[in-house]
């Protein structure tokens, strides 16, 4: 591959959007990088690279507006002869491609979800079979995402991850428990395993929903001291997973379980395959089977036809779930989509006032929920020195989403990447205050 530039090639990656495409990254980066090549994270200035590959995200309008702004960005530096090349790839990629090729045609080469290999070889690196399992994590270290299955054969009307990802396709139990043996033996503490579906996994090629068994296999990694779960259904969700979370005490007592919204009439049209009865009966299982498990679940507010009602409905069942963590946000209409055959019929400003109503909420929620746990004590893991604090999360807190545990680094050391207990002193809505029991100065 010719460029301008007479320094060797550089190969900057950029990701954009969830986990999934961090996943994708670090797979990527691992590959370039046993093909000599060499290659960097979201690097900036005199680090950044000749090349650049950027990680897209096409989910919803404002992660699609922050993938082309990215893209644009990269070609001005490109047009400015700053850096030579410019890829792009992931699922904004593999939705648009037409649309993009025509709209911004100064990028190089466009690439879908599924196109590793010709992306690989226009980089004039090989794609390596025997590779499977090993990246180049971007996490920190004592962190890692692993993602259990790709692809997703929910039919939720508002959902494009199918149209971007395709298929539900589990990675066998034996790939998995490799992958988690790699990571261990680089230092990974902990493992956040991620799908756009956990509950589905091992239909395909188990016949039968196996994440109780993969969890089973994966506790019997040495060095793997947590493991935690995201993205769960609540359609089908296989019970024998909440005891073993109950037995293995490497399991965190969490679990991230989008329910997008409460009211029938809403999940019905949102084709949830469960109603508020089933929600409410499934929730109060989980915290039955696991007691004190933290619950983070998603909402989306705005969708087609949500009125008043639908959203007092909502509103009222957040306030008695007390959930531990909740996101919420705005309907976005997306082509191609069963919900876009409906009317977008909420007003904008409606959909932000609910957000910030249902986000008021859960602040309050939070605040309490955080108060009791002042004077108690956790374990805790430290994943980086930020300013004046090392900052760490407890067994209920994932990345980035959730609750941070603040230890101020004037009065205490801990070292980044290992565990420690703590007493937590002060709480806020959504961070701890925490002293170490031990390693004090």
Request: charged share 30%; glycine share 6%.
């Amino acid at each position: 591959m010719r460029t301008k530039s007479v320094k060797n090639n550089k190969i900057n990656v950029i990701t954009l959007g969830c986990s999934k495409n961090v996943y994708d990254s670090e797979v990527l980066m691992g590959q370039l990088k046993a093909s000599g090549k060499e290659v960097t994270h979201e690097a900036t200035g005199a680090d950044e690279g000749n090349i650049v590959v950027i990680n897209t995200c096409g989910f919803i309008n404002n992660a699609k507006e922050e993938s082309i702004n990215t893209i644009l960005e990269y070609v001005q530096k490109k047009e400015q002869g700053l850096i030579d090349k410019v890829f792009v790839t992931g699922c904004l990629s593999e939705r648009y491609k037409p649309d993009l090729e025509k709209e911004i045609p100064q990028v190089d080469q466009y690439f879908g979800t599924t196109e590793l290999p010709q992306l690989l070889k226009v980089l004039e690196a090989d794609y390596r079979h025997e590779l499977l399992g090993e990246r180049l994590t971007t996490t920190p270290k004592n962190y890692a995402y692993l993602k259990i299955a790709e692809g997703c054969d929910r039919p939720c009307s508002f959902c494009a991850i199918p149209l971007m990802r395709g298929k539900h396709v589990s990675q066998p139990i034996e790939k998995l428990v490799n992958e988690a043996e790699l990571l261990a033996a680089k230092g990974v503490k902990e493992l956040i395993l991620i799908a756009q579906d956990l509950t589905y996994y091992g239909l395909d090629i188990y016949k039968k929903r196996n994440l109780a068994e993969l969890l089973e296999a994966l506790v019997k990694v040495d060095g793997i001291e947590w493991i935690r779960l995201h993205y769960a259904f609540p359609s089908g969700f296989p019970m024998d997973v909440l005891d073993v979370m109950n037995r293995e005490p490497k399991i965190c007592h969490y679990i991230d379980i989008p329910l997008q919204h409460i009211s029938d009439s809403i999940l019905q049209s949102m084709r949830r395959g469960t109603t508020q009865e089933k929600t409410t009966k499934l929730l109060e299982n989980f915290r039955e089977k696991v007691p004190g498990m933290a619950i983070r679940t998603t909402l989306i507010v705005g969708y087609p036809g949500e009125t008043e009602a639908d959203f007092e409905c909502l509103k009222n069942w957040v306030i008695a779930m007390r959930f531990d963590r909740l996101g919420c946000f705005t309907y976005s209409h997306e082509e191609n989509t069963h919900a876009y055959q409906l009317v977008d019929d909420v007003p904008e400003e409606v959909k932000q006032d609910r957000v910030a109503q249902i986000m008021d909420i859960q602040a309050q929620i939070s605040w309490e929920l955080n108060q009791e746990k002042v004077g108690k004590t956790f374990k805790c893991i430290i994943d980086r020195k930020e300013g004046n604090y090392f900052i760490g999360r407890t067994e209920f807190d994932s990345p980035d989403v959730d609750n941070e545990v603040l230890i101020d680094a004037a009065q205490f050391y801990v070292k980044t990447g290992e565990f420690v207990d703590v007493r937590v002193t002060d709480a806020t809505e959504f961070d701890l205050y925490a002293e170490p029991i031990s390693n004090s100065i």
